[in-house]
């Protein structure tokens, strides 16, 4: 039974570019869930979607946007990168309702 | 954003010692949960605690929830090797809709066992 699956699993980019990450959940998990967790820091979450739709929004610039797709799956898109933009982004699932996040192994951005 | 205090960042054990480590808030959790990271890995989650006051038990891992609703500890009972790792805690509130909602974590700590 596969986990939660990121990719890719690190990405360089330059100052002002565009990134998009990708999350597939556990199976029978239908939410999705994203964390920025900087160097030394607990993660922080960005957001989440639930039935296709941004559910909760955590304090993070429209430049982060994300989308669910019907399969359940989830990307995460980030605009205008910046330097303080390079963290581990972590993608999370769970069955609405029920208790308990899968976390996935992220994806390690470093923007330069 | 907010984070739960955890401190200190680092702890230092030997092999087979006990080791405890506390979170607080200043704001009330309905779940408290503990987390182990290993490097180049997600969180993985430990225990989860769901009711204030309750003790339980996984393994050598013993967490508690404090009747406050702004506290939990962890108790690593006869550490191993294996046991290093960055130990985060996360609080969780549940929504009126009954929806699951976000996880707030603390720093972590970061544990290391000497053989």
């Known amino acids: 039974d596969a986990g939660v699956t990121q990719s890719p699993t690190h990405l360089i980019k330059t100052r002002g570019q565009q990134v998009t990450l990708r999350c597939s959940p556990k199976?029978?998990?239908?939410?999705v869930s994203w964390y920025q967790q900087a160097l030394g820091q607990g993660p922080q979450f960005i957001f989440q979607?639930?039935?296709?739709?941004?559910?909760q929004r955590g304090n993070f610039p429209d430049r982060f946007s994300g989308h669910q797709f019907p399969n359940y799956s989830s990307e995460l898109n980030v605009n205008a990168l910046l330097l303080g933009d390079s963290a581990l982004y972590l993608c999370?699932?769970?069955?609405?309702?029920?208790?308990?996040?899968?976390f996935g192994s992220g994806t390690r951005l470093t923007v330069v | 954003g907010q984070q739960l205090n955890q401190s200190p960042q680092s702890m230092f054990i030997q092999e087979g010692e006990d080791v405890s480590m506390n979170c607080t808030s200043s704001?009330?959790?309905?779940?408290w949960l503990w987390y182990k990271q290993d490097p180049g890995e997600g969180p993985v989650l430990l225990i989860a605690?769901?009711?204030?006051?309750e003790l339980t038990s996984n393994g050598r891992l013993t967490a508690q929830f404090g009747i406050t609703r702004k506290d939990s500890f962890l108790n690593i009972s006869a550490s191993i090797p294996s046991d290093v790792g960055i130990y985060f805690c996360?609080?969780?509130?549940?929504?009126?809709?009954?929806?699951?909602?976000?996880?707030?974590f603390g720093k972590g700590i970061t544990l290391s066992v000497r053989p």
């Open positions: 999370a699932s769970s069955a609405q309702g029920a208790g308990g996040y899968t």
């Open positions: 199976s029978g998990h239908d939410t």
């Open positions: 979607y639930y039935e296709e739709e941004e559910r």
């Open positions: 704001s009330i959790f309905n779940t």
């Open positions: 605690l769901y009711k204030a006051g």
């Open positions: 996360a609080g969780q509130r549940t929504l009126y809709t009954g929806a699951n909602s976000k996880l707030t």
